[in-house]
């Protein structure tokens, strides 16, 4: 399984568990680099260690591992789920570059966000029919991320305007990221339906998700706001 720059933004994350870029690193070996680190450093003459290949051809042929060990075509729902997912930490990063120009203080929380949701790759990439004990310790995802969304949520909404209209993505560079952003996080749960459906995942990983599009939404409604930008609503137009 190839989880694209998972692999070095992962362990920016500071998480209580290792993510599965980390995880899958460990799989492929890449940690005899730090074997060889704790060789005799006085050797001058030893050789120094190669830099782990970005690419390594396992997927060729249109298959790709989870983290059980499992082989799957690359179009299984797990690895659909997988690449919505990572789609949508994109979009985040994009909005949170735009964001952090107008100085918004909440772009610490839509970090902490890319964090979790890699959480919610490493228990999409661990199903349950394949999985061991220790894989479902490693990759569980709890309801307390989901709790956490909401408070955010009640906190902006209480100092928003009544919606009282249909709001059209728009508000400035900030808020129109963040709505893209939100029609992922739908996506991305959507994909999901079917995995958690067949208890291969755990719910609480698509409750997140769920949660996160209603987040990004009124992030995006509250940047509008304190940047003092309009936010275009949804008129029916008469064609008679």
């Not at 006085?42 to 060729?60: C, E, H, L, Q």
């Not at 729902?77 to 930490?89: H, P, Q, R």
């Not at 490493?122 to 199903?127: E, F, G, I, L």
């Not at 291969?200 to 997140?208: L, P, Q, S, T, V």
């Amino acid at each position: 399984m190839y989880w694209g720059c998972a692999r070095l933004v992962a362990p920016l994350c500071r998480r209580r568990r290792p993510p599965i870029a980390a995880l899958l690193w460990t799989r492929r070996g890449y940690s005899n680099m730090d074997g060889d680190r704790d060789r005799d450093s006085s050797n001058t003459n030893a050789v120094k260690p190669k830099a782990p290949k970005i690419y390594t051809k396992t997927g060729d042929k249109g298959y790709s591992s989870t983290f059980t060990g499992e082989r799957r075509q690359k179009d299984d729902n797990v690895f659909d789920a997988l690449g919505s997912t990572d789609e949508l930490t994109s979009a985040i990063g994009l909005a949170m570059e735009f964001c952090l120009e107008k100085g918004h203080e909440f772009v610490d929380e839509l970090h902490e966000i890319q964090c979790v949701l890699q959480d919610v790759g490493s228990n999409v990439a661990t199903p349950i029919s394949s999985a061991r004990e220790s894989h479902l310790k490693r990759t569980a995802f709890s309801g307390k991320p989901v709790i956490e969304l909401e408070q955010w949520i009640d906190r902006y909404t209480e100092q928003l305007p009544p919606l009282t209209n249909f709001i059209l993505p728009s508000g400035g560079k900030c808020s129109a990221t963040l709505h893209l952003a939100r029609s992922i996080c739908r996506r991305a749960e959507r994909s999901m339906i079917s995995i958690v459906q067949s208890g291969e995942a755990d719910r609480n990983a698509a409750r997140y998700l769920n949660r996160l599009s209603d987040y990004l939404f009124t992030l995006a409604r509250y940047a509008a706001m304190k940047e003092g930008m309009k936010e275009h609503v949804y008129k029916r137009r008469n064609y008679d």
